[in-house]
C-alpha cells in the first residue's frame, strides 16, 4: 500500500490533503530522486485552471530550487503537452498539477520521467520515502539554489505537434465543431489547433475562472456539448476534460460517444492502413463486451488490463500495441503520445472521417454496447469481498452469465467502495447478478 500516490499521481482535496506542505516535500523528494550526473537538472511544470494551481505552483518550485533543480513554468497546459514538453525541452522530470476531471476543490500532482511516461510503481515508492524522511542534509547549499522562470511560446509547440499528427495534406475544412474545453487546460490550445487546421471552431468551455472547471462542461458532463451541436447543426462535439488528457465525442445528431466506440472506429482505420503495430488493442475490464467482440470481426485481439490508464500504457510497451484506451475517453496513441492525449485522438477521427467523407455518427457507431450494470457498494469496515456468501454469489453470478457476459469485481483504490459491474446480452440477467452480489457484499459488511 502506498501512503501518497495512487493510480494516477498524488490527488486530493486542495488545502486538506494536497497542503503547500505536501507540494514543498514532493518536490524535494522527487528533484532528489531525479538526479542524474553532475548538469544541470530542470524541471517543467504545467497546471491546470484550478484556483489552488497558483498555491501547489509554488510550493512545488520553492522544493525543486531548494535541491538544486532549475524549474520552468509553462502555465496552463494539457496533461499530454507537459509529457510532451519534458521530452522536448530535454528536462530531467515533468510535473503537472491537475486532478483532471474532479472538481476545483480537489487538485493533483502528476510526474512524468524525462522520457513524458508516467512513472512505474517502484520509482513512486521511492519518492515517498523521501517525502516521508529526513532531507534536511540533501538540500542543496546557498550557492547551489535551482532558478526559477516562466517560460514562452510553449503553446505554439504543443499546437504545431498536435497538427503535424494529422495526415499531409488532410485538413478540417469544410468541419463545423463544437468544442467543450472543460474550462480547463486546453482553452487555449485546443480551438487554435483545430481553427488553424481548417475547421469552424464554437469553442464553450474556454472561460475559466478558477472555479468552474469542469463544472456542467467537459467529458464528464456534455449536456451542453449536446445541447449545442443540435443547435448549430454541427458536424461532431468534441468534450476534453480539465486537464484535456481524456474526450468523449457527440455525433451530428446529438448522441455521445465513448472512448470505445473511438478506439474500434481508430482501430479499424489504422488495420485498413496497415498501421496497428500488433494486431489488437489494449483496454480495461470496463470497456464493453460488444468492442471485444467487434474487433474479433475483423481479426483483432483485445489485451485487457486493471482500470488506469497507466496499467493501459504499460501493457501497450510490453506486448508492442500502439493504440489503447478507456471506456471514459483516455485513448493512447503512442506513435504521437506517452500518455491519453484527447486533442491527439480527436484529431485522429476527424482525419477517419474526413478520409470516409461520412458522418460521425457512421463512422463512430462501430457495434452495439451489450447492456452494462455498474454498482457502487459502500462498507463500514472489514473485507467484504472474502466473505464465504460473497464469493458464493459471485460464483454463481460467473455461471449464470456463462460465455454471454461478463463480470468484474473490484475494490475502489480509493474508498470504502467494492465495484460491482456485468454485462451481458440479457438485461434483466445482468441486473439480477449484480443486486444479488451487491445484497451479499452489503450483508457482509453489516
Not at 509553462?74 to 509529457?83: C, E, I
Not at 483483432?300 to 478507456?326: I, K, W
Request: net charge negative.
Amino acid at each position: 500500500m502506498r501512503k501518497h500516490f495512487g493510480t494516477d499521481g498524488i490527488r486530493g482535496r486542495a488545502n486538506l490533503t494536497i497542503t503547500p506542505e505536501l507540494a514543498l516535500r514532493v518536490g524535494q523528494a522527487a528533484g532528489l530522486a531525479f538526479r542524474r550526473g553532475d548538469h544541470r537538472h530542470r524541471v517543467v511544470i504545467g497546471k491546470d485552471t484550478r484556483l489552488s494551481g497558483y498555491m501547489i505552483e509554488n510550493a512545488l518550485v520553492a522544493g525543486f530550487t531548494s535541491v538544486g533543480m532549475d524549474t520552468l513554468l509553462l502555465g496552463p497546459m494539457p496533461t499530454p503537452a507537459v509529457a510532451m514538453l519534458t521530452r522536448s525541452m530535454r528536462a530531467d522530470l515533468g510535473v503537472m498539477i491537475s486532478a483532471s476531471h474532479n472538481p476545483f476543490e480537489d487538485n493533483g500532482i502528476k510526474l512524468f520521467g524525462p522520457d513524458g511516461y508516467k512513472l512505474s510503481d517502484g520509482v513512486e515508492r521511492e519518492i515517498e520515502a523521501l517525502i516521508d524522511g529526513d532531507l534536511t542534509r540533501r538540500l542543496a547549499p546557498s550557492a547551489g539554489l535551482g532558478r526559477a522562470k516562466r517560460v514562452e511560446g510553449v503553446h505554439a509547440r504543443y499546437i504545431e505537434f498536435a497538427k503535424r499528427t494529422l495526415p499531409r495534406l488532410l485538413d478540417l475544412e469544410g468541419l463545423r465543431i463544437v468544442l467543450d474545453c472543460a474550462n480547463g487546460a486546453a482553452y487555449r490550445v485546443a480551438p487554435e489547433a483545430l481553427w488553424e487546421l481548417g475547421a469552424e471552431v464554437i469553442a464553450i468551455g474556454v472561460e475559466p475562472n478558477g472555479f468552474n472547471i469542469n463544472r456542467d462542461v467537459g467529458s464528464t458532463a456534455p449536456e451542453a456539448l449536446v445541447g449545442k451541436v443540435r443547435e448549430l447543426r454541427a458536424d461532431v462535439g468534441i468534450a476534453l476534460d480539465g486537464d484535456a488528457d481524456r474526450v468523449i465525442v457527440v455525433d451530428e445528431k446529438g448522441r455521445v460517444v465513448d472512448g470505445d466506440q473511438l478506439m474500434a472506429a481508430i482501430a479499424r482505420s489504422w488495420h485498413e492502413d496497415g498501421r496497428l503495430a500488433r494486431p489488437g488493442i489494449v483496454a480495461t475490464v470496463m470497456s464493453n463486451l460488444g468492442l471485444e467482440r467487434y474487433l474479433d470481426s475483423l481479426g483483432l485481439a483485445l489485451e485487457r488490463t486493471s482500470v488506469g490508464d497507466r496499467y493501459v500504457l504499460e501493457r501497450m510497451r510490453e506486448g508492442g500495441y500502439n493504440l489503447g484506451g478507456e471506456q471514459s475517453g483516455h485513448v493512447i496513441l503512442s506513435d504521437y503520445a506517452t500518455t491519453g492525449d484527447g486533442l491527439i485522438a480527436a484529431l485522429q477521427l476527424l482525419a477517419v472521417v474526413k478520409r470516409s467523407e461520412r458522418p460521425v455518427s457512421e463512422v463512430c457507431h462501430c457495434f452495439e454496447p451489450l447492456p452494462q450494470i455498474l454498482k457502487n457498494v459502500r462498507y463500514a469496515g472489514g473485507r467484504p469481498l472474502e466473505d464465504v456468501a460473497v464469493a458464493s454469489a459471485i460464483e454463481a453470478a460467473r455461471s449464470r452469465l456463462g460465455d454471454a457476459g461478463r463480470l468484474v469485481i473490484r475494490p475502489s483504490g480509493t474508498e470504502p467502495v467494492i465495484r460491482v459491474m456485468a454485462e451481458g446480452d440479457d438485461r434483466a440477467l445482468v441486473l439480477e447478478v449484480v443486486d444479488e452480489i451487491a445484497l451479499a457484499v452489503t450483508r457482509a459488511a453489516a
